[in-house]
């Protein structure tokens, strides 16, 4: 027969292991200015390390990056006659047998060397460093408190966001994370489904095997793509416990959603303000003042945004004109997630990207899909390098500027909006913008010439000095009836498809 002592001690284990359960699931949220509303988290203003550093590194990296053909794989795959279903039923087997549980152990990130990347990226021009901590697909990259399905578990069985951290800051570079869970919920219902035709006709997905339900989440009727109509408390709860576990474990200064603020409601505990108002009172607390930035979309249908309560972010898009408030264009070097063979865009047209969106007061955030090994191809590499040499001339031009009186002029027309994917835009030198630094304009103009260039917009005095940057030449210029006419020294002789050649940057002041 067992003492009284043994079952004393028994209970009091059993206590302990409860309350430390218990304190595991509690949310600790950060005292200061900000509260859960809307009128409250207007009080924002976008910290002075986030308006000079104009140019970051974004990474798209995980498990959905092993298939190399769908960026998101972990919801396609379940839909039928779909490219990413057709091909893991080619390569791995039926969604009924083999899921996307057995994709992830399959990403090792065995050749991760985030030291490296991280000086390419700085060498690239970055001045912060931001990458997936969560896709839709409802993995965890971190050292995950609150969700078992995590790389430390998992794949690689490394920390990659704690890796990516400790990189990002020796570099002594500004460092955050994009997280795209909240959207999870429905996202990932297609995992819930069967076939309609063929032999598996019927037979359900994997995804409703009870076993995985924490990687596949429970069914639901709603299976919308873009953000839950009404999803449960304790997904709320669940979804709020991981973002914070980023905010206070990771030392974050930069939070990304994929959208707008999650789950709005009347409950201002359940919502994403909640988050958000979290980010900014423990930045406060850290440093003293507000240093962190959270970026938000304003796309209908997904989740809730409002206006100056962060910084407004549209992927791949644009603003059509300067705005007043700061904001961020996040795109990618090519596709999302790698595919076997990444194929890049034109780097001259990032750097005009670059360029149009600074003179607007933005920021550019830009995706470099690695491969699922952790590594970069040669292509990926002398991309990065060749914008590393345009800021090595005109970086001055970008870091630490303003916005001008007006932010530009030409004849090339950009439409403003997310998903504008301006890709095919062919500008040249006759588009020009314009952005300031103290008593320096800078003109940017999107080409080297082979003439005489005329400028409408910016008007110099008889004491202005027009420099060539990148050169130990002066522009010469004259007042025209009602513009200016700009002549470029060495035109002739210049390598026009040298990064040097992508723009050519006057900087103007007086003598």
Partial sequence: MRSKNFNFWIIIILAVISITACKRNEIEFADGPFEPTWESLKQYETPEWFKDAKFGIYLHWGPTSVPGVDGWYARNMYV?????????????????????????????????????????????????????????????????????????????????????????????????????LARAWSWVQTNKGSDSDGQYAGVPYDGNDPEFESLYLPYDEDNNQQHPLNPPVKWRLEWMRRMVDLIDNYDIDFLYFDGGAPFQGEDEGLSGRKVIAHLYNRSIERHGSLEAVQTLKNIPNHAFFEEGICVEDLERGRMDDKKDL??????????????????????????????????????????????????????????????????????????????????????????????????????????????????????????????????????????????????????????????????????????????????????????
């Avoid at 001045?127 to 794949?155: E, M, Q």
């Avoid at 700061?326 to 070097?333: A, E, N, R, V």
């Avoid at 035109?491 to 723009?503: E, H, K, M, V």
Wanted: hydrophobic share 35%; with cysteine.
């Fill in 326 to 511: 700061y904001w961020q264009t996040d795109d990618s070097m090519g596709t999302w997630f790698s595919r076997k063979k990444n194929e890049y865009r034109d780097v001259k047209d990032i750097i005009h990207e670059l360029v149009d969106i600074v003179s607007k007061n933005g920021n550019l955030l830009l995706n470099v899909p690695l491969y699922p090994d952790g590594t970069l191809d040669k292509e990926g590499v002398d991309f990065l390098h060749t914008m590393g040499e345009w800021f090595d001339l005109y970086g001055e031009a970008i870091y630490g500027t303003r916005t001008y009186d007006i932010y530009g002029e030409g004849p090339t027309e950009i439409a403003g909006g997310h998903f504008q994917e301006n890709n095919n835009l062919v500008m040249t030198s006759k588009d020009v913008r314009y952005t300031v630094k103290g008593d320096t304009t800078y003109i940017l103009l999107m080409g080297w010439p082979e003439q005489a260039v005329t400028i409408k917009e910016f008007k110099p005095s008889e004491q202005t000095v027009l420099e060539v940057m990148g050169t130990d030449g002066e522009a010469e210029w004259e007042i025209t009836e009602d513009s200016l006419l700009v002549s470029i020294p060495g035109s002739d002789t210049l390598n026009i498809y040298s990064a040097r050649g992508f723009t050519c940057v006057l900087r103007a002041y007086e003598k």
């Fill in 80 to 180: 039928e006659g779909h490219r990413a279903y057709n091909y893991h039923v080619e390569n791995y087997g039926h969604p009924s047998e083999v899921g996307y549980k057995d994709i992830i152990p399959l990403w090792k990130a065995e050749k991760f060397d985030p030291d490296s990347l991280v000086r390419l990226f700085k060498k690239a021009g970055a001045r912060y460093i931001t990458p997936v901590a969560v896709h839709h697909d409802n993995f965890d990259l971190w050292n995950s408190r609150h969700h078992k399905w995590n790389a430390v578990n998992y794949g690689p069985e490394k920390d990659i966001i704690g890796m990516w951290m400790q990189a990002v800051k020796k570099n002594d570079l500004h460092w955050g994370v994009t997280t795209h």
